[in-house]
């Protein structure tokens, strides 16, 4: 398989997975605007093609804060933290992440998931 098919492949499983999931997630939570879950595999691997994420410390696994920018326009940034954090908190604490832990560098890098058609 050619590297650009293959970068195709990643794309599209993101699409199809993760991205999904937070299509369905604010669908069915019109009022949100952040979500905290853990990472999907295939994500982290796009993540990674990118160079937008760090080797992992002992301990820690990959979580992924999605924020909603406007109705179907989201981003998404990786953040390594401890396996116990709740999937899909209240939205105030997935706010607090946003606050506290994503530093202006990274609010820079999240990756835009969006859709052209209703989300």
Not at 59 to 85: D, E, K, N, S, T
Not at 96 to 114: H, I, P
């Amino acid at each position: 398989m050619t590297e650009i098919a293959e970068a195709d492949d990643i794309v599209l499983a993101v699409d199809t997975g993760p991205c999904e999931s937070d299509r369905v997630f604010f669908r069915q939570h019109p009022r949100r605007n952040f979500r905290l879950r853990p990472a999907w595999s295939v994500e982290i691997e796009d993540f990674a093609r990118h160079g937008l994420v760090p080797e992992l410390s002992s301990g820690l696994c990959w979580w992924i804060l999605v924020y909603q920018l406007a109705h179907g326009w989201r981003m998404r940034w990786p953040f390594p933290a401890p396996h116990y954090y709740p999937p899909d908190p209240p939205e105030q604490v997935a706010r607090d992440v946003w606050r506290t832990s994503a530093s202006r560098d990274m609010q820079k890098k999240f990756v835009l998931c969006g859709t052209s058609s209703p989300a």
